[in-house]
């Protein structure tokens, strides 16, 4: 009898690793989690298994909310309706975390900071907010590390190209055939573009 009941039962998984199937209501350990945290990232949905890491597109948002520079490398799927629609959803979704992040921060250094990424089980959304008001946004693969680093080179980019160039005007998109080559040779130098 003890037997039956033995086999009746299905075997317990192992602890460690993700589930062979990701499920939305399983999250990720508990260090993983505080991972994130730490890292300034929202993890919804970690578990992904693709074979290839890619770039999908990058945003570049003024202070005012234009997308001032818009770039795709391995964008599959195309915008919903017009693309400015969907820049003006993306700048509001960038707020909107913002202040979500903000509002469930456990301290004040944290809130100033905002978010740095977030992922989903298809993409991982970087963010890096500039001083002087200015919002980089990158579309990876979700394997892909914390780009804030990345786009804080990215910034360096626009300032040594687009800002110190005499012809650019502040308002104006960005214009710079120099910095469209230096940022896809940037880019390309990425371990994670594929």
Request: charged share 25%; hydrophobic share 35%.
């Amino acid at each position: 009898r003890r037997a039956s009941l033995a086999r009746a039962q299905p075997p317990v998984p192992p602890a460690r690793g993700p589930p062979a199937r990701p499920h939305a209501h399983r999250l990720p350990p508990a260090a993983s989690r505080r991972r994130g945290r730490e890292r300034g990232c929202i993890v919804f949905r970690v578990w992904h298994r693709s074979g290839t890491m890619t770039i999908y597109n990058m945003y570049i948002f003024d202070r005012t909310g234009a997308c001032v520079f818009y770039r795709d490398w391995a964008r599959t799927r195309q915008p919903v309706g017009d693309l400015e629609g969907e820049q003006h959803l993306i700048y509001g979704m960038l707020l909107t975390l913002k202040q979500l992040t903000g509002a469930c921060s456990p301290n004040a250094a944290l809130e100033a900071s905002g978010f740095h990424c977030f992922r989903t089980s298809r993409y991982a959304l970087h963010h890096y907010f500039t001083g002087s008001g200015f919002r980089l946004v990158l579309n990876t693969d979700p394997k892909a590390a914390d780009a804030r680093a990345d786009l804080m080179k990215v910034y360096e980019l626009v300032v040594e190209y687009v800002i110190k160039d005499p012809l650019h005007r502040v308002d104006a998109k960005f214009d710079s055939p120099h910095f469209e080559r230096e940022l896809q040779r940037f880019v390309m130098a990425l371990p994670y573009y594929k």
